[in-house]
């Protein structure tokens, strides 16, 4: 049998640490590697790691020791790179059981330019979907631990030769395996995303570009508890009906971090995460596109920019009164979360009739957008692919003078770190 390195970051997470491993270790073929990273944690988990590896030959860790927090954007890829020593890799997460002979199923389906993720069995704290399945054993380990007997019958009874006939479908998430060479080949996460939030699905957009398939086995199977990590103030709780809810637990670090990363994965693709309904990655193609906005009356406010700006490689603000204060202070707050040039990327434009150096410029009166607008906003790429043609055409109130429909996803699959 190959032998999988599994990656595994954890900050503070302890508890959740030894349960994970410990199905690793039992339920998996023992010669696998675990390479672990402790970012910055306080709770014991380095002298856990340390303990571990003492007993365990093919346990691996490395430390961060601080004070800044690197996140797994960054340790992931200093673990593949610099840590395992298996060929095949595997991004897995603390909250997640594995289910006897997981390993076999993914390296049943594993080849060069192949990723395969495990499906995945939860709890019901998300909404269901075709790509999962709902089932209840549990959010915490102890909860866990009293439900695994249900747990492993229902694996045997109806999941251990595949799931309702079902052995494949197509569709990429944690835990998801790759050959490290394929992982290396576009230059692994962005640090763009760092410390988290969108990195996985910038790097699925990345390699479905760069060639590779997605395959999900329905024969491989991880207990996902779900929202274990340091995105929760306490986890999911149960309330007194049994009924588990989030509502409120998002930690404000996670939260500011999750818009940070959504606005940028928006300014690097041009719109939002996209995929069909089995997680299977969409890329909408990435236009050259120049935004005017005009304010015939009075200056843009912060959070006017602040929508636009994402949308496009550069946004012009031509206004009858002196902005410069404004776009200077947008550019000073917003700087602080993106490492793209916002000098570049907002700009005062005095005269309409100047030529803009844009494949698309789209001319719009900024307060005229309405609610339906920024959809309108949102699905430009897909507009533009499916009704696009050179020439001047009018999409509602915006006036769209299209040069060229030239295209630039391609340009997004290798990570350029020198204008990281």
Known sequence: MQKISFIQPSRNNLKYLKWSYNSLRKNLNSEHEICVASDFSNDGTVEWCEETAKKDQNFKFIVNEGPTRLGHTIL??????????????????????????????????IKPKTIVSATRIEPPLHP???EKIIFDAGIEPEEFFSNIDKLLTYYHQNLKDGYNGIETTEGVFAPWAI???????????????????????????????NGCKFIQTWKGFVYHMTCRGSRFKDGAKRNPDGQVFMAGRET?????????????????????????????????????IGIVAIYSEGTPE???????EPYCNCLYIKSNYDANFIVDKYIELESRNTKYNLRERVKLINNLSIKLPHDIVVTVKAREITQYHWYLIQQLPEILADSGEIGEMQLDIFNLKINSLNTYERNLIFINREQQ
């Open 76 to 109: 992931y890829d200093k673990l593949i790179n610099e840590v395992a020593t298996n060929e095949i890799v595997m991004i897995w997460h603390a909250d997640m059981w594995a289910l006897p002979n997981m390993d076999r199923a993914i390296l049943e389906y």
């Open 252 to 288: 404000e670090e996670w939260l500011a971090q999750n818009q940070r990363s959504t606005r940028n994965f928006i300014r690097k693709w041009g719109s939002f995460v996209k995929h069909d309904e089995l997680m299977l990655p969409v890329v909408p193609h990435k236009y050259d």
């Open 128 to 130: 269901p979907g075709p």
């Open 302 to 308: 912060i959070n006017e920019i602040a929508r636009l």
């Open 179 to 209: 050959y490290k060479k394929d992982f290396q080949e576009i230059g692994g996460h962005d640090p763009l995303f760092a410390p988290q939030s969108k990195e996985d699905s910038d790097i699925f957009n990345r390699l479905l570009l």
